[in-house]
């Protein structure tokens, strides 16, 4: 499997690509290990809608803040992050080739929103797939009151130009 391991935010933007023979791309985001074990009963379930489509994976690792990393160990940390990315899209590779639908990894050491809608533009995406915890009644509040915002992927939702499925953790 040919990982591809993506640039960071502040490199060159490059061109979309288009999807062979006018099939469908969609980005599937992978975030977390439970997220990728959400998505993967996800494409369980819809291998006959996915025929057809082109999937792109992404992890979306978050990128590491250079004070924590004391600067002296930051490329190591760059590097264990794409390879825990690599590791949870393996398993989605695995089943995706199984099935016959095509599918490209890319790791990406950026998880915000506007990263991974740039993503889907980039990449010349249809749809964004991605999953959500949902949150208490509690954590909202505490979310307003301290100015931290939406979830990443309620910002998708408001950012893409495409339609944005979102899957609830623990889907079934």
Do not use: N
Request: contains cysteine; glycine residues 6%.
């Amino acid at each position: 499997m040919a990982l591809l391991h993506e640039r960071e935010q502040t490199a060159s933007v490059p061109v979309a690509v288009a999807p062979q023979d006018g099939a469908r791309r969609e980005l599937v985001v992978i975030d977390s290990a439970r997220a990728a074990e959400t998505i993967k009963d996800w494409i369980a379930a819809s291998l006959q809608r996915l025929a057809g489509v082109e999937l792109v994976l992404l992890a979306a690792m978050p990128e590491p803040e250079i004070v924590r990393t004391r600067a002296l160990f930051a490329d190591t940390v760059r590097r264990q992050l794409r390879d825990d990315g690599a590791s949870l899209l393996m398993p989605l590779h695995v089943m995706l080739d199984e099935a016959g639908i095509a599918c490209t990894d890319v790791v990406s050491l950026a998880d915000a929103a506007a990263s991974i809608v740039a993503t889907a533009g980039e990449r010349g995406c249809d749809q964004i797939i991605m999953t959500a915890a949902p949150q208490s009644r509690s954590r909202k509040q505490w979310l307003s009151l301290t100015g931290m915002g939406a979830s990443v992927a309620a910002q998708v939702v408001v950012l893409a130009e495409c339609p944005v499925l979102v899957i609830k953790h623990g889907w079934r």
